[in-house]
C-alpha cells in the first residue's frame, strides 16, 4: 500500500514524486508515457512572484498554494537537480536573458549552466554557430533576431567529425553520440580554426544527455572559449536531462514508476463517495490497482492530457473525470491570433487553499486527492512567465496537504 | 526532409525556390503541401524559415515565420477542441514558450 499515489510524470508529477519520497513516503507514479520535458527550455520561469505576489489574483495557483511556498520549494529544488551535475544558476529575483533558437530572448530565474553561461548581460563578443546538416538550429535565424534587438552577435558554422550516419540528424542523435563516445580532440581541431577571436560560442543544446556537464566542461578547456546552449527544436535536450536528473532523484529516493498505461481513479464505496482508492492502471495485461492513501494529480493541461475537451463543449478532467468548467460556444475558448494568448489558457481544475479538486460551490470532490501543475485553472503561464514556477510550488503544497 | 509530414526535403524547396523566387513561406506551401500535414507546420516552419534566410543573406526571415504559422491557424481555427487543441498547444509550446515568439 503506497501513501501517495500520483499521476502523471512531467515536471509537476517528477517534482511531486521526489518531494514526497524524500519525505519519507512510500510512492508510486503511474503516467502514461512521458510529460512535455522534451518540448522545454529546461530553465525554471517563475513570474512575478518574488517581486510583485500581488499581481497574482487570489484565485492564482501561486496564492492557492501559498506564497510561503515559494522559497522552500525553490531550495528543495536546488537540493534535487544539483546532484546530477546540472548545477541550475540564477535567483527568484532577478532574471537571466537567454537567447533562443529563433532569436528572440527568454527571461528565466533558473538555467543548468550550459544555458546560464549564455546570458545576453555577460560581456564579451559572441558568435552563434550551427552545426552543419542538423535542420533543428538555424544561426542565421539567431542572429537576425539578436541584432534586431541590439545584440552585436555573429554568425558561424561548425562540422561533425566525418562518419556520421547520412541521415537526418535530430538533437537526441547526436547528443547520445556524443555520450557514448565523446569525439573531445576530433571536435576541437575542427571547430578551433572557425572560433578564433570570440569570448563566447552559442551552440544548438546537443552535448549529450547523461554525460553534459563532462562535455561541457572538456569542449571549453579544449577550444579555450566559453560555451553556451541553445535550446533547439524538439525534442529539447535541456527538458530531456532535467527530466533524466529529476526521474534518476526519485528512483533513488526509493519511489516505485509505473510508465505507459492510462489511470483511472478509483472510489471508495464503502466510505460513501467521500474518498478516493487509488487508481487502475490500464496495462496491456488488465487493469492493475494502485491504491494509496491520497492521490495527488499532476497530469497536465490541454497538451498533455490531464483535461479533454470535446467537440459539445464540454470539458473533463481525465482520471476521475471531474467536470471543468468552460464556455460551451468553443469559438469563446481561443483566441484571434495563434502567437498571442487565448482564453483556454486559463482553463483547469479549480482547487481550493489545499489543493483538492472542488465542484463549483466549493466543496472538495474527495478528502484525499490532491491536483498540482498544468492541470490547475486560473493562471496564464505563458504571459506570466510562470509556467514552472507554478509546477514546482504546486507541487510542493499538493505533496505537504497530501501527506498531512 | 524538411516536412516530415509531406515529405518535402530541402531539395524540394530549394529547387521550387529557384524555380520561381519567393520570401513567402505561404508560396512554398501551395507548391510543395510544406506545413499542410498533421503537424501544421509544428516542425517545418522554423527549419524552412532558416533555408529561406540561408538564400537570402540580408532577409530576416522570423516575420515571415510568425505570418507562416498564423496563416495555419487561419486554417483549423474552428476545429479546436479535442486531439486538434493539442496539436494547437504543442505549436504553442514550440514557437511561443521554446522559441520565444511574440506577436509583436
Redesign the interface.
Known amino acids: 500500500m503506497n501513501d501517495l499515489v500520483i499521476v502523471g510524470a512531467g515536471l509537476a508529477g517528477l517534482l511531486a514524486a521526489n518531494f514526497a519520497a524524500r519525505r519519507g513516503a512510500s510512492v508510486t507514479l503511474v503516467a502514461q508515457g512521458r510529460g512535455?520535458l522534451s518540448?522545454?527550455?529546461g530553465c525554471l520561469r517563475l513570474g512575478r512572484v518574488a517581486q510583485n505576489p500581488q499581481v497574482f489574483p487570489e484565485q492564482h495557483p501561486y496564492r492557492l498554494a501559498g506564497l510561503d511556498k515559494v522559497s522552500p520549494a525553490i531550495a528543495e529544488f536546488h537540493q534535487l537537480s544539483n546532484p546530477d551535475g546540472l548545477e541550475f544558476h540564477g535567483d527568484a529575483e532577478t532574471t537571466l536573458d537567454l537567447p533562443?533558437?529563433?532569436?528572440?530572448?527568454?527571461a528565466v530565474h533558473f538555467a543548468p549552466r550550459s544555458l546560464a553561461q549564455g546570458s545576453l548581460s555577460n560581456s564579451g563578443k559572441v558568435c552563434i554557430a550551427g552545426i552543419e546538416g542538423f535542420?533543428?538550429f538555424?544561426p542565421?535565424?539567431v542572429v537576425?533576431?539578436l541584432r534586431?534587438r541590439g545584440h552585436p552577435v555573429e554568425a558561424a558554422s561548425l562540422p561533425l567529425p566525418s562518419g556520421w550516419p547520412g541521415r537526418?540528424l535530430y538533437s537526441t542523435d547526436v547528443a547520445s553520440a556524443f555520450d557514448r563516445d565523446w569525439p573531445g580532440k576530433e571536435i576541437a581541431r575542427l571547430w578551433s580554426p572557425r572560433l578564433a577571436r570570440v569570448d563566447r560560442v552559442g551552440i544548438p543544446a546537443v552535448l549529450g544527455l547523461a554525460h553534459s556537464a563532462d562535455i561541457l566542461t572538456s569542449l571549453q578547456s579544449e577550444l579555450g572559449v566559453t560555451l553556451f546552449e541553445i535550446?533547439t527544436?524538439?525534442p529539447?535536450l535541456p527538458g530531456l536531462r532535467l527530466e533524466r536528473g529529476l526521474r534518476r532523484a526519485a528512483l533513488a529516493a526509493g519511489c516505485r514508476v509505473l510508465e505507459g498505461p492510462m489511470a483511472t481513479g478509483r472510489i471508495d464505496g464503502t466510505s460513501g463517495g467521500v474518498r478516493a482508492l487509488g487508481v487502475s492502471s490500464w496495462t496491456p495485461a488488465g487493469p492493475r490497482v494502485v491504491d494509496g492513501g491520497a492521490v495527488v494529480l499532476a497530469t497536465g493541461?490541454?497538451?498533455n492530457?490531464g483535461w479533454?475537451?470535446?467537440?459539445t463543449?464540454r470539458i473533463h478532467e481525465s482520471v476521475f473525470d471531474f467536470p471543468i468548467s468552460a464556455p460551451e460556444d468553443?469559438e469563446a475558448?481561443?483566441g484571434e491570433?495563434?502567437?498571442?494568448p487565448?482564453p483556454?489558457d486559463r482553463f483547469g481544475l479549480t482547487v481550493n487553499s489545499h489543493m483538492q479538486p472542488c465542484d463549483s460551490d466549493g466543496r472538495p470532490f474527495f478528502a484525499n486527492v490532491f491536483a498540482c501543475g498544468g492541470l490547475l485553472a486560473g493562471a496564464d503561464r505563458?504571459t506570466e512567465g510562470s509556467?514552472e514556477g507554478i509546477d514546482l510550488v504546486t507541487a510542493y503544497a499538493a505533496v505537504e496537504a497530501a501527506l498531512s | 526532409v524538411v516536412c516530415e509530414c509531406e515529405l518535402v526535403t530541402a531539395e524540394a524547396i530549394q529547387a521550387a525556390l529557384d524555380a520561381s523566387p519567393t520570401i513567402d513561406l505561404d508560396d512554398l506551401r501551395r507548391d510543395l503541401r510544406l506545413g499542410m500535414g498533421p503537424c501544421q507546420a509544428a516542425f517545418c516552419a522554423y527549419r524552412s524559415a532558416g533555408l529561406l534566410g540561408g538564400r537570402e543573406p540580408g532577409l530576416d526571415p522570423s516575420p515571415g515565420l510568425r505570418s507562416f504559422l498564423e496563416e495555419r491557424w487561419r486554417g483549423i481555427k474552428p476545429l479546436v477542441w479535442g486531439h486538434t487543441l493539442r496539436q494547437v498547444e504543442l505549436n504553442r509550446r514550440i514557437y511561443q514558450d521554446l522559441l520565444g515568439l511574440d506577436d509583436r
Request: charged content about 25%; glycine content about 16%.
Open positions: 512535455s518540448l522545454s527550455h533562443t533558437a529563433s532569436g528572440a530572448v527568454l535542420r533543428d538555424d542565421g535565424l537576425h533576431g534586431r537526418d535550446p527544436l524538439p529539447s493541461g490541454a497538451l492530457g479533454r475537451a470535446s467537440r463543449g468553443r475558448w481561443i491570433r495563434l502567437i498571442g487565448h483556454y505563458r509556467r
